[in-house]
């Protein structure tokens, strides 16, 4: 795998030209910021979670974002609904298990949701990721976070192989684990962005826009969160605070230009 | 029918000085920024959904805005619920049909909407006009904009006729369709407000605002498109993209003068 | 009681220092702005309404804050386990009875609620929290509002005793009246807050952050209003209009200093 600003900008090209369709079934805090998020990348946003139709919706999209952020009972069954229907005629799936961890119901719906729809791209954070590990490990508390880190990849590479799905740990650095259990860390970003609600579910809808138009699905998640740091970067530029930052997020997507990307990108591959 | 910006001014200030209570049945993406806006045009909006209380919210309420954006079973027992009590009571009902022709369940849904409820105003976007006309219409597909505009105005001539509703198609020239077939169109608003997500929906609601200061709805339609179009052409002067245009949206619909619609109106009608 | 600048800015200093679970039922119309509130004074907001998950996310938060903004059958259910999950753990409850008055489903859901959950706090405007009151009652109508503000707080008198909870009135002044019903007036503010959406919302929210670093329940709440009036004072200075004045609000959150506190509190005690 190779990474460079250059194909990050083509991407973008490709989804400001071919504005596909992304299905996302999310949560309510965050719906009206992932819909502007994808709106300004360049893509087309569609919100829809009624039994009635998530399988004609999906059926035209260029990719289906699940994400079980404020889940219940009718929304999970729109999930694997959906998300059925998008295995059948091979549309990407990204998975963003919020909260899995936090409660018993969002670890199960998020494994079972891995386990019928093996997700293109599962992002989420450290101690989400390391939730949806082998059962059997110990819970992780109160160490640090390059063990977390290491913990959390080694839940990945479980996942991964178990699963083949592409696995992205977002945080600080972010950690992208691939088919051949490679890992791509990005180091960009700004503190302040995990202030501001959502973002991390952003990510994953933008994963949605470029898994859309790459099919190779580990490089469209590493440009995806690498235009999220990016993009947070400038935005920090200016921001006085969380709220500009948002705003200044949004902007940021829209202008983002290819000179932008190559000045800052900060992405490196260890092999496995 | 004549078209005054001194008509226009006198609307917002009687929705400024009645600030009337504007019942949304409308979708999750959408929520925040339509109560927003609405209370900076001077409204009072509320949303409820419950089919415990819609009756009785739209009985002290200026007008019903139904929006179909993310629309799943019991929200559309409710819409109907509160629609039959809005007809009942003489209470202006705006719909916003949101994807009208992309799923079966949401072109049926606003069919049998329309059929039920006759609404004061439907607004929507060509091809959401096009899906609610004549059902043996061929679909339109990969036609140019001028194409698609006389497809909709054919579609919207039908339903006006049909079911009595003022008819709005929006888009880079929004055309207001009344009861005599007149079309009166708009060539206000900027290019960048279609990346801004829920813009039409906050028309929609606009539309309520004037419909229950004005029950010459046409008029009321075309007062709220004419005002949407210029507020977002005033914010997309100094907006960085389209996270700034929405908070400039919002700020200029508060700061709104008679001046700045006196300049800038660009209203044509065009007799049957 | 004693209300400092200090002891505000402390209860932010514990807040940003132990980031506190915030665990929101509340309307989807604020719940982004409310969890970027949240993030914003250094809380952790999570929203969650499972029937299947309230009582486990209950069981990890340092207070419920259950908003009745578009309540419905399955919704109500799920606050009601999570306050009686609360309750029974000692984990604070606030209660925002949005539209109590409004209609009959939300001022009995609201009965109901306090009745069986007796929260900490209660906060709402003038008429909602008159329609908690004594039914027997008369409703006020058309009356200024020194009338407004005296039927309210012998309403608010009323629950108190009652019910045991801190009644928070917020307005132009904010009143807070404790357990003794010594009354708390606090002057700060805007008059163009009531223009954005869903602030009011923000406060109950901020009670809760409030709460749950300070089992003085009254304290907390005042120190939470008073943060909101100030922000909200700070916000407006640079504000071009109710978009801004959101945006800023939230940078001003993320902000604030002891200094801004001790320079703008403007607070009285009445006692009882």
Same mark, same amino acid.
């Given at each position: 795998m190779k990474i460079t600003a250059l194909d990050i900008w083509r991407a973008i090209e490709e989804i400001r030209g071919k504005a596909p369709l992304i299905h996302n079934i999310t949560n309510y805090v965050v719906m009206n910021t992932t819909a502007n998020a994808l709106l300004a990348i360049g893509a087309s946003p569609v919100m829809a979670h009624a039994a009635e139709e998530v399988e004609d919706m999906v059926a035209i999209a260029g990719a289906l974002v699940i994400n079980i952020g404020t889940l219940s009972d009718h929304w999970v069954e729109s999930m694997f609904r959906a998300a059925?229907?998008?295995?059948?005629?091979?549309?990407?799936?990204?998975?963003?298990?919020?909260?899995?961890?936090?409660?018993?119901?969002?670890?199960?719906?998020?494994?079972?949701?891995?386990?019928?729809a093996s997700p293109s &791209? #599962?992002?989420?954070n450290a101690s989400e990721i390391m939730a949806l590990g082998p059962e059997k490990g110990a819970r992780t508390k109160g160490v640090d976070s390059t063990a977390l880190s290491h913990a959390a990849i080694d839940a990945a590479r479980d996942l991964n192989k178990t699963h083949g799905s592409v696995i992205c740990i977002s945080g600080e650095t972010?950690? &992208? #684990?691939d088919i051949d259990s490679n890992i791509i860390e990005i180091r960009n970003g700004h503190p302040m962005m995990p202030r501001v609600t959502g973002l991390g579910c952003t990510a994953s809808a933008l994963c949605g826009a470029f898994a859309a138009v790459n099919s190779n699905y580990a490089l469209a998640a590493v440009q995806a969160m690498a235009v999220m740091g990016i993009a947070g970067e400038i935005a920090a530029e200016t921001a006085a605070g969380p709220g500009s930052l948002q705003t200044a997020f949004l902007d940021t997507l829209y202008c983002l230009t290819e000179?932008?990307?190559?000045?800052?990108?900060?992405c490196f591959i260890l092999n496995n």
């Open positions: 059925g229907e998008a295995k059948k005629r091979n549309i990407p799936i990204i998975l963003d298990p919020v909260g899995a961890g936090a409660t018993r119901y969002r670890t199960e719906t998020a494994r079972k949701l891995i386990k019928t &791209i #599962i992002r989420g972010d950690y &992208i #684990i000179s932008d990307i190559e000045k800052r990108l900060r």
